[in-house]
Nanobody
Framework: QVQLVESGGGLVQPGGSLRLTCAASGTMLRDSDMNWYRRAPGKQREWVARITSAGSTNYAESVKGRFTISRDNAKNTLSLQMNSLKPEDAAVYYC?????????WGQGTQVTVSS
């Protein structure tokens, strides 16, 4: 059974930074294309960023240039470095594979952007 655990969220002022981490058990993240998603209050979950097993990355337009997705294969973790945070980035952030081959969702990590 694959288990995903997201961490690193918190309260940050606009313009600030956070680094999110996704730890996996029951699988090796290096073998999968991985994504970060987020769900803001009252909205559907949306895709944020993707990294392939080969290391190629792509981003939603709303976060391009501000967020960086990466993985640490030795630690079996996935990260999301978030800089220049905006109030509209506030959401619960989740990691997972591509839609269609989703693992059980983790609990997510809450990001709050407020002054």
């Amino acid at each position: 059974q694959v288990q995903l655990v997201e961490s690193g969220g918190g309260l940050v002022q606009p313009g600030g930074s956070l680094r999110l981490t996704c730890a996996a058990s029951g699988t090796m993240l290096r073998d999968s294309d991985m994504n970060w998603y987020r769900r803001a209050p009252g909205k559907q979950r949306e895709w944020v960023a993707r990294i392939t097993s080969a290391g190629s990355t792509n981003y939603a337009e709303s976060v391009k240039g501000r967020f960086t997705i990466s993985r640490d294969n030795a630690k079996n973790t996935l990260s999301l470095q978030m800089n220049s945070l905006k109030p509209e980035d506030a959401a619960v952030y989740y990691c997972n594979r591509d839609y269609g081959i989703i693992w059980p969702w983790g609990q997510g990590t809450q990001v709050t952007v407020s002054s």
